[in-house]
T-cell receptor, first 116, second 111 residues
């Protein structure tokens, strides 16, 4: 069953703690993305990766870190430096632009992070 | 500055009418423009994609237009149904594989 999986669905953490959100895909996609969504808002790009062992900052990368050691996995760490981490986090994957076919993005179910 | 703008006010229309949503962007040169649907608490779902050299794309009751001179895309849902009620997001795919989204427009179709 192909798709993209985020875990956990809900996550609670104390202020000042780092937390890592998981994102796994078995779609053989090259590109992967992390977005943050606040209530009533659109998606803001945190980081994206076009290929293994390489990633680029999005528009709101401060306070976040990522790694891309495997094609299938793109974990996001929310560090204590992120001032307002409570949000809905979405991971997505797609084929790279230079591949044949359309480049639609597939999204996971999201992780709702609450920092108390 | 670079912006993707969608109408932040909700669009309320009667069942059976055509819904038209607007996406405007500035200071981008997208390779593709995409439209997604998002239901509350869920991830967005892809609907349609249009390339920079295409003017119009259709899929069932959906139609997208793309004007790179005006830097605008219009998204139409014909014969709208209450089940079409959701938030609709436009997204730009840039040459670097960077995928960026607008703020979304909430559509409400009432019987």
């Amino acid at each position: 069953d192909g798709g993209i999986t985020q875990s956990p669905k809900y996550l609670f953490r104390k202020e000042g703690q780092n937390v890592t959100l998981s994102c796994e895909q078995n779609l053989n996609h090259d590109a992967m993305y992390w977005y943050r969504q606040d209530p009533g808002q659109g998606l803001r790009l945190i980081y994206y990766s076009q290929i293994v062992n390489d990633f680029q900052k999005g528009d709101i990368a401060e306070g976040y870190s990522v790694s891309r050691e495997k094609k299938e996995s793109f974990p996001l760490t929310v560090t204590s430096a992120q001032k307002n981490p409570t949000a809905f986090y979405l991971c997505a994957s797609s084929t790279a632009r230079d591949r044949v076919g359309d480049t639609e993005a597939f999204f996971g179910q999201g992780t709702r992070l609450t920092v108390v | 500055s670079q912006k993707i703008e969608q109408n932040s006010e909700a669009l309320n229309i009667q069942e059976g009418k055509t819904a038209t949503l607007t996406c405007n962007y500035t200071n981008y040169s997208p390779a593709y423009l995409q439209w997604y649907r998002q239901d509350p608490g869920r991830g967005p779902v892809f609907l349609l994609l249009i390339r920079e050299n295409e003017k119009e794309k259709r899929k069932e009751r959906l139609k997208v237009t793309f004007d790179t001179t005006l830097k605008q895309s219009l998204f139409h849902i014909t014969a709208s149904q209450p089940a079409d009620s959701a938030t609709y997001l436009c997204a730009l795919l840039l040459d670097t594989d960077k995928l960026i989204f607008g703020t979304g427009t909430r559509l409400q179709v009432f019987p």
